[in-house]
């Protein structure tokens, strides 16, 4: 069998004594994309958290390509492959676009065709324009685009997108589902929370759905194309066509 | 509302002492060789308040740690400069403050990774540690040293004063101006213009994003913590020379690079830059013109700014 990708297996994290996620296991294949869905508060953030090492997990393991990366500070877990785009953007505003990329830069190219800083400005040709402007003076879809080049300048092995689509005009939502489908289709894998699980569905292979820190659903795309009642009752709302 | 009441007196009160020091600077501009002296003494003890404050602001910034050894490590600093000025005949002042600045780095550097890193997250903590390695270290130079001021000898170079328009600029004083100059330009650069820098931007943009995109923060602390230690140390040698190494140097500086860090804003090193020359003036033109009002002088403006402006002048942070 071929090693996972990330393997998370039980799971339980806490912020101070509010225990949040009780025994969260799944994993992910090589070069494919995860879905992560789940209500407002359900622990998607926080499973991100753990898994970056920023929330450090109380039990559990997570596993990077079968090395254990569950205990390790948040810029060794980043050096070992896992690169994180978080909820809210997060980019340095007082950086430039340029500042911001390179200080994630980071020297292991194992892939054909390592990220760089002429590579990201390929991607997303804005960038390239803005490049000595103020992170924090960007707009929301450009923070977007600079917190997903920022994640990819330190070649990770593992993609953490969390909610990419959130708080976004629905063109720039497309073109952040576009960038997805090519990093997916350059073989990036990727575990994507969405709240928009319409974008989330159309690139992601496998789907797991969290419930009040405890996994409801883990299977595939398929399978919850062929069992809608799975989105209307884990997440509430109904994404129609 | 009483805050708005406060704000008004306090205003009031700035307006009145300004005037007094402004008027008393311009009657003292009749004798033109004493407005000359002062006016440079100001620039010099600015030159090395930046140079202190600098370090302590940059700390501050990353680090969220407000480091009172700061002036210890001046007094340190001045002390090993005048040491191995003392011990090695010959050596000169640039040598010894090259020394020693980086013996007190070395020894900031233990201090950030031996001590404070244990109680990282314990911030009360921290700073009652650098409180108390700051009483520490005060002993450790009154039991090495003694008691009695040590002189810390002018370059021969620098001993006499300019000459120009028929008046006496002192020459040491301006060297330390030009100096506290370029060491500005210096750190400008290395903050602005490198990536270094823009890591440790970056860790005070957002702390925990920086170390999710792989920055060793923790390297970069220690890194910081030496480069203010070290600068530190090489400005108590510099201010050797105006000052000389006493017992108590450290509860001098302290308080003036303090008022200078919340006057221009924590973190930021054009404010750092720009309140301690005012403050060098201040102080200096207060204890010469109104020595009763030294002490009013020199905390008002930092009492105005924390009332009006907590983020200091140029900073973005609520001291
Ligand atoms: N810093 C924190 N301190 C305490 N509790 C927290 C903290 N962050 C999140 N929580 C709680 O943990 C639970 C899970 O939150 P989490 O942010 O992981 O949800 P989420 O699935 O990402 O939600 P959303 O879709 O709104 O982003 C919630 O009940 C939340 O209130
Ligand atoms: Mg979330």
Known sequence: MATDALTISGLHAYYGDSHVLYGVDFALKPSRVLALLGRNGAGKTTCISSIMGLLPPRKGEIKLFGKTVSGLPPETISRMGIGLVPQGRRIFPTLSVRENLIVAAQRQSEGEKPWNLDRIYDLFPRMSERRNQLAGSLSGGEQQMLAIGRALMSNPKVLLLDEPSEGLAPLIVQEVGRTVQRLKDEGQAIILVEQNSQLALEVADQVVILNTGEVAFDGTVEDVRANPDLITQNLGVFHGH | MQSSQTRTVLALLAVVLVGALGFSYIASIRSAQFAIVQTLNSLALGGLLFLLAAGFSLIFGLMRLANLTHGALFMLGAYIGANIMRSYEGVSLWVAMLGSGILVALMGGVLERFVLRKLSSNSLGQVLVTLGMSFIIADAC??????????????????????????????????????????????????????????????????????????????????????????????????????????????????????????????????????????????????????????????????????FRPQGLFGRIAA
Not at chain 2, 209 to 215: H, N
Not at chain 2, 263 to 270: E, K, N, T
């Open chain 2, 142 to 307: 009154l039991i090495i040293w003694g008691g009695d001021p040590i002189p810390v000898p002018t370059p021969p170079d620098l001993r006499a004063p300019i000459r120009l328009f028929g008046y006496a600029f002192p020459t040491y004083r301006l060297a330390v101006v030009v100096l506290a100059i370029v060491a500005a330009v210096a750190l400008y650069l290395l903050l602005e213009r490198t990536r270094l820098g823009a890591m440790i931007r970056a860790g005070v943009d957002d702390m925990a994003m920086a170390r999710a995109v792989g920055i060793p923060v923790s390297k970069l602390f220690t890194a910081v913590f030496m480069l203010g230690a070290g600068i530190a140390g090489a400005a108590g040698v510099l201010g050797g020379p105006i000052m000389s190494a006493y017992p108590g140097l450290d509860a001098d500086m302290l308080p003036l690079a303090l008022i200078v860090v919340i006057l221009g804003g924590v973190g930021s090193l054009f404010g750092a830059f720009v309140g301690s020359f005012i403050i060098g003036f201040v102080y200096t033109f207060g204890t010469a013109l109104l020595p009763d009002l030294a002490y009013v002088i020199l905390f008002l403006p930092m009492i105005l700014v924390i009332a």
